[in-house]
């Protein structure tokens, strides 16, 4: 690419990656109307993109070279070195005084509940806690080349010896959790610390490959990882993994947990990111009105018949076009 100024680079990338935005990603909470021929060159493009806007941002650094793609199914990919020693230490630093018992989802109410599935200590971080915490909600966006609105506070979490995450999905069996921003599309998982053992990340359903076994040769894996493609923490890097296919299916492959933790300790950040803006207060009274500026483009080009679950919804989940398409 050319050298331009920051400027003029963030207006010639904006262009495009909005572009690109609306073809593949926006309206489709279910993505009827994606071009599944172009499905693989989607999801190179999200590696590659970064390349563009990091040299049209001026404060989301990105390296496309540190990317290693782990998985195809489910799709999963790490960042080497994505956060640096003083993002990491920074965020350990905010945690230490605020950790609670993690909680898991309950599957029939959506609400938060203890359980032995999790035994981690965490705590959430608000996005705009202090200029640290902002880029690094800047690079989460720019290298999943998702909206920062759709993404949930980030959660920092620690594991002592021992303690673990049993394998889990992100996405949502329930209505409650939904209605805020839809599914959980992609998670993007940050090491704050190195382990001595134990504390991987595993995918037990993951499709068998080469990646597999050669993993599988790796004696350094605990017991636990050694059941799926597995990722060890090293301290700044970062995994990224979809929990939807690109329809919005949910993807049964992105089952996923967090192995024990045998020597050390275990220091990481989640963000989980939505389909839909997450930041949007959902009020109790269901109003006639767009929810996002796009509707009414949208509505004439007739998406409120091809897309009707996103762009009109039902009387438990409103849609988010209800009013371009004349349904209230």
């Known amino acids: 690419m050319p050298s331009n100024s920051c400027a003029e680079c963030s207006s010639d990338s904006s262009r495009e990656l909005d572009s690109k935005l609306d073809t593949y990603i926006f309206p489709r909470k279910f993505h009827t109307m994606i071009n599944f021929s172009q499905i693989a060159s989607f999801f190179f493009f999200i590696l590659i993109a970064a390349a563009f806007v990091t040299k049209s941002s001026c404060s989301a650094i990105i390296n496309p070279s540190k990317v290693k793609q782990i998985s195809w199914k489910p799709r999963a990919f ?28 309950d599957n029939e109410s959506g609400e938060s509940k203890l359980s032995e599935v999790r035994t981690s200590s965490g705590m959430f971080i608000s996005k705009a806690k202090d200029p640290i915490v902002a880029g690094i909600e800047d690079k989460i966006a720019t290298w999943a080349f998702l909206p920062k609105e759709n993404g949930e506070d980030i959660q920092v979490l620690r594991y002592e010896e021992g303690q673990k995450y049993e394998p889990h999905y992100d996405y949502f069996s329930d209505k409650v959790n939904i209605v805020r921003g839809g599914h959980r599309l992609a998670t993007v998982l940050m090491y704050l610390s190195d382990v001595e053992k134990g ?3 595993v995918f037990p359903e993951a499709e068998e490959s080469t990646r597999r076994r050669s ?7 605990s017991e636990c990882a050694r059941k799926g493609i597995a990722v060890k923490p090293r301290k700044g890097d970062a995994l990224l993994f979809f929990s939807l296919h690109p329809n919005a ?8 947990g967090g192995c024990p933790v045998i020597e050390g300790e275990k220091w990481s950040a989640t963000k989980w990111i939505h389909v839909d803006s ?6 109790s ?11 009414e483009r949208w509505a004439a080009l007739g998406e409120c018949t091809k897309n009707p679950e996103y762009m009109v919804g039902s009387s438990d989940l409103p849609g988010s076009c209800r009013k371009s398409c004349k349904a209230c």
Do not use: W
């Open 78 to 105: 790490v960042y080497e070195g994505f956060l640096t020693d003083e993002e990491c230490n920074h965020l350990v630093s905010l945690a230490k005084k605020e950790l609670k018992r993690s909680a898991v989802a």
């Open 199 to 201: 504390g991987e990340t």
């Open 215 to 221: 993993m599988a040769a790796d004696d350094t894996l």
């Open 249 to 256: 299916v949910p993807d049964p492959m992105s089952l996923h």
């Open 278 to 283: 997450f930041d949007k207060i959902v009020g």
């Open 285 to 295: 009274e269901k109003s006639c009105a767009d929810q996002n500026e796009n509707c």
